[in-house]
T-cell receptor, first 117, second 108 residues
Framework: EAQVTQNPRYLITVTGKKLTVTCSQNMNHEYMSWYRQDPGLGLRQIYYSMNVEVTDKGDVPEGYKVSRKEKRNFPLILESPSPNQTSLYFC????????????????FGPGTRLTVT | DAKTTQPPSMDCAEGRAANLPCNHSTISGNEYVYWYRQIHSQGPQYIIHGLKNNETNEMASLIITEDRKSSTLILPHATLRDTAVYYCIVRPYNDMRFGAGTRLTVKP
């Protein structure tokens, strides 16, 4: 089954304790992205990647790191989590449009609910 | 980036068509209109997208005005499971920016 998986689905941690949220897709998609969703603020993009070893900042990258060493995986790293990073996180992937006239839909993972105390 | 304007909420009777409007008056020539929905706190789900022409798939229809400044998503026979937040997004290529969307409530 074509899907985007995230782990863990729920995580409660303490301020300053490094954590990684994994994201994996089995559709051979070039493009992957991380979003966070907060009440009243909607979905905001954190980082995205157009392909292996290519990553770029989204709208709210502060406090986050990502890596793209393999096409299928795009982990989100919080080196020193703080309470303001308590949020619902979504990973997404899509094929990358090779031509301006073409575009593709994004597939989203089930979400990771993170609480930092 | 073209911004979108959607009503914050709408109701629809079960079995009737749900027509969700979206204004995007500053859309540029290479920007597509996408629709996604999010049921409760699940990951957003792609519904449909288009550039100029009207589009239809198994989930919905997308009507884009000739000047491309607005569009309407049509769910032809809404069910209770269609209750969700619906996002209209106007972007080129893959880069998605989600606004507040329209909270559609389908009532029995």
């Amino acid at each position: 089954e074509a899907q985007v998986t995230q782990n863990p689905r729920y995580l409660i941690t303490v301020t300053g304790k490094k954590l990684t949220v994994t994201c994996s897709q089995n559709m051979n998609h070039e493009y992957m992205s991380w979003y966070r969703q907060d009440p009243g603020l909607g979905l905001r993009q954190i980082y995205y990647s157009m392909n292996v070893e290519v990553t770029d900042k989204g709208d709210v990258p502060e406090g986050y790191k990502v890596s793209r060493k393999e096409k299928r995986n795009f982990p989100l790293i919080l080196e020193s989590p703080s309470p303001n990073q308590t949020s619902l996180y979504f990973c997404a992937s899509s094929p990358l449009a090779g031509e301006p006239e073409r575009t593709y839909e994004q597939y989203f993972g089930p979400g990771t609910r993170l609480t930092v105390t | 980036d073209a911004k979108t304007t959607q009503p914050p909420s709408m109701d629809c009777a079960e079995g009737r068509a749900a027509n969700l409007p979206c204004n995007h008056s500053t859309i540029s020539g290479n920007e597509y209109v996408y629709w996604y929905r999010q049921i409760h706190s699940q990951g957003p789900q792609y519904i449909i997208h288009g550039l100029k022409n009207n589009e239809t798939n198994e989930m919905a229809s997308l009507i884009i005005t000739e000047d491309r400044k607005s569009s309407t998503l049509i769910l032809p026979h809404a069910t209770l499971r269609d209750t969700a937040v619906y996002y209209c997004i106007v972007r080129p290529y893959n880069d998605m920016r989600f606004g507040a969307g329209t909270r559609l409530t389908v009532k029995p």
